[in-house]
């Protein structure tokens, strides 16, 4: 029978009586890629649904996962949602308390946990936690403790329930204006509040976002990068790819996606900034190993790129001679260098969580990578604005989804109304209040300004603006993003908040810093050892003042410290998105930034 889809779990169970033996998921198990069915999928969501339902999971319950993403992970949420519960994900990086606050802030009973990693610790702070009952494993554990159990286990249990009714009433009585999952902000500010969102803001948004780019169905093989445990990850790269009928293909890590991308060769991706980056600085260090005629022909091509790009994402004709040079460098370069990325099959690329530098955003587009930068927060389940193939702008979010307002408030913050508007935060009444403005418009912190066609430029965080000690309002953001574009630069923070001038500190790309400083004859011990040489410093110091040349005086960056460590989720410097926590990496580098307004 047909389900409502007005629930995500109903858009699964059809799409899973639609496409039976054909590959819904595939994931790496020893060394190669491995396909569930849709069928068989189906079949676990079912049994593990009843096994939950053996075990005392009530409707409106919330179950709570601990894990990074896995077929499991994905088994997990649809059959909570499947009998009516919800779930909270919790980040596989997380420490043992930050999983607790959340298991207690949410009053979870039950717990999925991946391994025996996390196993260790949620024990370490079982002392803590309040109303949990059952922990289940995905990973075959061996504990003696009757209330952890394995998944295989559960499985079982609900393929040997003999109230298999239960399963399909539960299914057919989901509030589409119920709470589906409960995901809580990274706290970049304060303690993580739960956010609420419902199966209707998830089918709208999946719905909004199909309409954005309705060239994506069921032929399409989909690479999955993000967190679950992300609003961005989850309804674009999961449960959009659901509702279309894509090939999920899970990559293994952010250390292996351009492996993953090379063996599965993608045809639709959503990544974060920080892979384009990674991918334009690796690509140019290449380039300048090349022999002087390949160097000369690749910058040649990419000059061609930069001048036919706009004629390409306007979808307007090049005039012929540029047309010519273009399928010229189509054949020679671009073409060879998609296909060395495993990027040759790629109908669209969706960067989100963040901003992309201009020169990146231009350089993918220009090599015929249909890279598209789109806006949301966890808030608004997250998509609110996406640059299509009608309607693009260069440095903008492109165009609201639609059925989605956007306004800008006096002060210049974004507003936004629409069906992917949460519903709230979890028993925090007066912060959901607080988010809202008295006609309903949802308040998102971020600066920005609409164009004509309707394209939103995000100009800033408002709590991210820097006010200088001279009184002047500075974008530490886009200073940040030129910085990266230099491919000896990974990583930069702009510091200067009531300081009189700005400062930055910025981490080495050390595989390029090493062979530059090798091939100069310049020796060193340690990385530590070689951001304190003399010539190392005035190297940076050169490239700086080339990067920041177009900034105005406020802007401009008077001085900068090398750290010989990336930040890192460990440290607690990038959330799980991988966005900086600054006040961490003030905290965290106190010593080094006072040391540089030291007169």
């Excluded at 047309?323 to 040759?344: C, F, H, N, S, V």
């Excluded at 231009?362 to 927060?377: K, T, V």
């Excluded at 709230?424 to 006609?439: L, Q």
């Amino acid at each position: 029978m047909g389900y409502s889809e007005k629930s995500i779990a109903g858009i699964f169970h059809n799409r899973a009586e639609k496409y039976q033996y054909e590959p819904c998921l595939r994931y790496k198990k020893d060394g190669r890629y491995t396909a569930i069915s849709w069928r068989e999928m189906q079949r676990m969501v079912g049994n593990l649904g009843l096994g939950l339902i053996s075990l005392g999971v009530k409707q409106d319950d919330i179950v709570t996962i601990f894990s990074e993403n896995c077929w499991q992970w994905l088994v997990a949420d649809l059959a909570s949602l499947s009998i009516g519960a919800s779930d909270a994900p919790i980040y596989a990086t997380n420490s043992g308390e930050e999983a607790a606050y959340i298991i207690n802030d949410s009053g979870s009973r039950f717990l999925f946990v991946s391994d025996q990693d996390h196993l260790d610790r949620i024990l370490g702070v079982k002392s803590t936690l309040k109303g949990l009952k059952k922990i289940i494993t995905f990973d075959p554990i061996e504990t003696g403790d009757k209330n952890i159990v394995s998944f295989d286990e559960v499985l079982r249990l609900g393929e040997n329930s003999k109230d298999n009714k239960v399963f399909e009433e539960r299914l057919l009585s989901i509030d589409p204006e119920g709470l589906a999952t409960l995901i809580y902000t990274s706290g970049t500010t304060g303690p993580p509040k739960g956010v609420m969102l419902t199966h209707n803001n998830f089918t709208a948004n999946i719905l909004q976002c199909y309409a954005s780019h309705p060239i994506i169905g069921h032929q399409d093989t989909a690479l999955s990068l993000l967190p679950w445990s992300h609003s961005l990850g989850r309804t674009v790269s999961v449960y959009l790819m659901l509702h279309i009928g894509a090939v999920l293909n899970l990559a293994e890590s952010f250390g292996t996606v351009m492996e993953n991308m090379i063996e599965i060769r993608p045809t639709l991706m959503v990544s974060v900034p920080r892979l384009f980056e990674k991918i334009h600085s690796g690509i140019f260090s290449k380039v300048e190993k090349a022999s002087p005629t390949k160097k000369k022909l690749f910058f040649w091509a990419v000059d061609v790129a930069m001048r036919a790009v706009d004629y390409k994402v306007q979808r307007k004709p090049m005039p012929w001679t540029l047309k010519a040079q273009y399928d010229l460098a189509e054949t020679l370069i671009y073409a060879k260098l998609r296909q060395a990325l495993g990027m040759d099959r790629i109908r669209i690329f969706i960067n989100g969580g963040g901003a992309l530098a201009l020169d990146i955003d231009r350089f993918f587009n220009g090599i015929g990578i249909n890279l598209h930068n789109g806006y949301g927060l966890t808030e608004t389940t997250p998509v609110t604005n996406v640059n299509t193939f009608e309607v693009f702008e260069f440095g903008s979010v492109g165009p609201a989804l639609a059925d989605t307002q956007a306004k800008i408030a006096d002060d210049g913050e974004i507003l936004i109304k629409g069906p992917q508007v949460m519903k709230g935060y979890f028993n925090r009444p007066e912060d959901t209040k607080a988010a809202f403005t008295e006609d309903g418009w949802f308040m998102t912190g971020d600066i920005g300004r609409l164009d004509e066609r309707g394209c939103l430029y995000i100009t800033d965080r408002k709590k991210d603006i820097i006010i200088t000690a001279g009184g002047k309002n500075v974008a530490p953001q886009n200073i940040e993003n030129t910085l990266v574009t230099d491919p000896f630069i990974e990583q930069a923070v702009v510091i200067g908040e009531g300081r009189k001038y700005l400062s930055a500190l910025i981490i080495p790309n050390f595989a390029e810093l090493v062979s530059y400083a090798k091939n100069q004859g310049i020796p060193f011990d340690s990385n530590e050892d070689l951001i304190k040489k003399p010539e190392i410093v005035s190297f940076y110091d050169g490239k700086i003042k080339n990067l920041m040349k177009d900034y105005a005086r406020v802007e401009q960056i008077r001085r900068f410290t090398l750290l010989p460590r990336e930040f890192s989720i460990e440290s607690g410097e990038l959330t799980p998105t991988l966005k900086m926590k600054r006040k961490i990496i003030n905290q965290n580098f106190s010593e080094p930034i006072e040391a540089m307004y030291k007169e």
